[in-house]
């Protein structure tokens, strides 16, 4: 394995590449459009050891942070499971390699090692490199797309300071101790690059990265200050301004396009990068990943803050306000929706606040969006995730059941909403932790398994299998639809437990999906659908529910000009004429129906 990226067998990966010896050779093509395909994001310590349990009993400890044993092998093992529960991308958690001596980044986000796979996650460590490409390699031949969880604002614990692995916000950089490779901070080690033979375990590689200025060195963020300034506890900040530091980090990506052959990165931090990195970035991976053949590799960025639609405006596509000739990474995980989504799906928050969210959406992108369908493109959806320290699914201790049908409501907007939807690993097997990171990163071969049969597994093929079957889905322009008890009166539902409806229009195909949030009461209610579309005495068949044996729409009514008050989810008043639906829907069922 090369240590710089200059030497001759690392540019041998990169130039193959480019230039593959064979047709065989030749990098593993783009999808043509990512909208066509979900992502299932498992994390590699926690899916699966096809040799051994987890380490740690329970599996779900939800105070234990330490390795269960995940390997290369045991997600290989499982891509038909995998791709028989309907995803057509894997996220994996990042897979590059960290210190050896830190037992503590089971998550892999301490990555000191820019250019190699981690050690502990191969069955044999010596050969990592290889099985990591074996395992990508399985995956393209499952159909399925790999997706690196990659990290370019920090590094591990590579070095402590003079008062320990941490310290306050200083405001200029301070003298560090870096490590060997048992962790121990050498009062020897005060420059990188003058470390006598550093250690593959030690410090941080390609050898082009050891330099102290690369590295903030002045501990965690100030209180009170800028929260993207300073580590991120252990985890040693870069200086991403730094336009060598910038080259140097795409030029080691860029290898891993090319000695891994993935399709797509997820990037761990975005807004927490400077010197406009992010678009720098993006334009960087793009452009190599075209010339090797992926004419469509994927990135999306993790934006977490209060004001994440903001800043996911500054990052995602091409920003028409911005004289810029950069475009910037694809995608962001759209949080601003989870914030949303998941307190109406529980019965917490309103319909009404999910559809401000979207109007938010559209005022403050308007320079990104060019069409009602195009946001679909710019986000990745979820439920949960590895992050969120509670997972969607809440399992009474009384009743363990009771409020499933939270969970499958739930996916089926997820399904159904603009955007790739992202489903965590154990969703479809019912895991149900929460409270803190460990408690929502199972060891899922120590607890439930893989089981086909789960009702969760079905319902969630069901789902996608509607998605496949209905471009509108993935492409369609997206409205809010008011809803009536009465037939008269239509509006957004403005109060928790309410109901959900909205309508995904593709030319003549008219999807529309209507949920009942509440947790006790049925109910039977108009909605709005497309005249365009539809006329009196059409139907609307059921393309999925929630429940057995659920009850069909009545037919299409219209509703003449002045025979109704409509509160449109703009804030405007309209009179008719309309057309409507009537729907049944049970407590917490959800329906995704089609114009016949």
């Known amino acids: 394995m090369p240590i710089s990226l200059f030497s001759p067998d690392f540019q041998a990966v990169l130039d193959g590449a480019v230039m593959p010896s064979t047709p065989a050779a030749a990098a593993f093509p783009s999808p043509a459009d990512w909208r066509d395909q979900w992502i299932y994001f498992l994390m590699l310590d926690r899916f699966n050891n096809t040799a051994s349990p987890p380490l740690h009993q329970p ?43 830190d037992p503590g980044t089971y998550h892999g986000y301490g990555i000191h090692d820019f250019i190699s796979a981690e050690p502990r996650f191969a069955d044999n460590p010596a050969n990592a490199d290889d099985e990591l490409r074996a395992l990508v390699d399985a995956a393209h031949g499952q159909g399925l797309y790999v997706i690196f969880d990659i990290v370019l604002n920090h590094t591990g614990n590579v070095f402590g300071y003079q008062s320990g692995d941490q310290t306050g916000f200083h405001s200029d950089p301070q003298q560090v101790l870096w490590r060997d490779a048992t962790g121990v901070a050498r009062a020897d080690f005060t420059n990188v690059a003058t470390i006598p033979s550093p250690s593959r375990d030690s410090v941080v590689w390609p050898s082009e990265l050891q330099k102290n200025t690369f590295f903030r060195r002045q501990g965690n963020p100030q209180q ?46 975005l807004r927490y990068l400077q010197g406009d990195l992010p678009r720098i970035f993006g334009n960087s991976v793009r452009e190599f990943a075209l010339s090797i053949g992926k004419k469509n590799f994927f990135t999306f960025g993790e934006v977490l803050d209060a004001t994440a639609e903001q800043d996911i405006a500054r990052f995602i596509g091409r920003n028409t306000s911005d004289a810029s000739e950069l475009v910037g990474v694809d995608a962001a995980l759209d949080y601003p929706l989870f914030n949303n989504l998941k307190p109406v799906v529980k019965g917490f928050s309103a319909p009404s606040a999910l559809v401000a969210m979207f109007h ?42 009771k409020y499933d049908d939270q969970v499958t409501l739930g996916l089926a907007c997820l399904f159904s909403l603009p955007g790739i939807p992202c489903v965590y690993y154990g969703t479809e097997q019912g895991l149900h932790g929460h409270g803190s990171d460990p408690a929502v990163r199972e060891a899922l071969w120590g607890g439930p398994g893989f089981n086909p049969a789960s009702k969760f597994f079905v319902e969630i093929q069901k789902m996608a299998g509607v998605r496949v079957a209905q471009p509108a889905l993935r492409y369609g322009r997206f409205y809010f639809r008011p809803v009536s008890g009465d037939g008269q009166h239509f509006g957004v539902s403005p109060f928790p437990q309410g109901v959900v409806a909205f309508s995904r229009i593709l030319n003549d195909q008219e999807v529309v999906v209507v949920a009942n949030t509440s947790t006790s009461t049925k109910v039977d209610l108009d909605v709005i659908v497309e005249m365009t ?21 009545d037919a299409v009514r219209n509703s003449a000009d002045g025979s109704v008050t409509v509160n449109e989810v703009d804030g405007s008043i309209g009179s008719g004429p309309v057309n409507v639906v009537r729907v049944h829907l049970r407590p917490l069922e959800v329906q995704i129906l089609r114009n016949k």
């Open 59 to 101: 599996f779900d400890d939800p105070n234990f942070s330490g390795f269960q044993g995940g390997k290369f092998s045991g997600v290989q093992s499982q891509l038909g499971y995998i791709r028989g529960l309907g995803a057509g991308a894997i996220w994996l958690s990042p897979v590059l390699k960290n210190l050896q001596f």
């Open 224 to 269: 009170g200050g800028d929260d993207t300034i300073g580590d991120f506890s252990v985890l040693k900040q870069m200086v991403t301004v730094d336009p060598s530091l910038q080259s140097f980090l795409i030029r080691a990506y860029q290898y891993v396009i090319a000695r891994y052959d993935v399709d797509g990165f997820r990037i761990d931090t």
């Open 360 to 401: 938010q959406r559209k005022t403050i992108e308007q320079d990104i969006l060019s069409s009602h369908g195009d946001a679909t493109r710019y986000f990745v959806t979820f439920l949960d995730n590895h992050d969120m320290k509670e997972r969607i699914r809440f399992e009474d201790p009384q009743s363990p059941a």
């Open 533 to 553: 579309l539809s006329s009196a005495g059409d139907g609307f068949n059921i393309l999925y529910s929630n429940q057995t044996s659920p009850v069909a729409p």
